[in-house]
């Protein structure tokens, strides 16, 4: 499966965004999609998945309650709505794919399968 990742850019602190995954090729609906970030100078860290039942979703703590992962398997696609953003959001946003597994699993794969280019998300003080 090839991953595309849309919808970065630069808005200030407390404002929204709307990330999009869009996959191609593979049968999408077997994938878990979990969403990583990289700040600058440091390690890429975890921050949400959706399982491939789309039953489950998964949040690192700095984001519950702001953000909300969802997935529309007819678009092959998995959205990451981004509210109450803050600077330490800021970050290069990729999107991943992982065939049958949970969405808590997608954390700790270190290895994951397919992976998306990144979108820059900017969060101004």
């Known amino acids: 499966v090839q991953l595309q990742a849309y919808g970065g850019g630069l808005v200030q602190t407390g404002g929204s965004l709307r990330l999009s995954c869009v996959a191609s090729?593979?049968?999408?609906?077997?994938?878990?999609i979990g969403w990583f970030r990289q700040a600058p100078g440091k390690e890429r860290e975890f921050v949400s998945a959706?399982?491939?039942?789309?039953?489950?979703?998964y949040y690192v703590d700095s984001v519950k309650g702001r953000f909300t992962i969802s997935r529309d398997n007819a678009k092959n696609t998995v959205y990451l709505e981004m509210n109450s953003l803050k600077p330490e959001d800021t970050a290069v946003y990729y999107c991943?794919?992982?065939?049958?597994?949970?969405?808590?699993?997608?954390?700790?794969?270190?290895?994951?399968?397919?992976w998306g280019q990144g979108t820059k998300v900017t969060v101004s003080s």
């Open positions: 991943a794919a992982e065939a049958y597994v949970t969405a808590q699993d997608m954390k700790h794969i270190n290895d994951v399968d397919y």
């Open positions: 090729e593979g049968t999408f609906s077997s994938y878990t």
């Open positions: 959706i399982s491939w039942r789309s039953d489950t979703t």
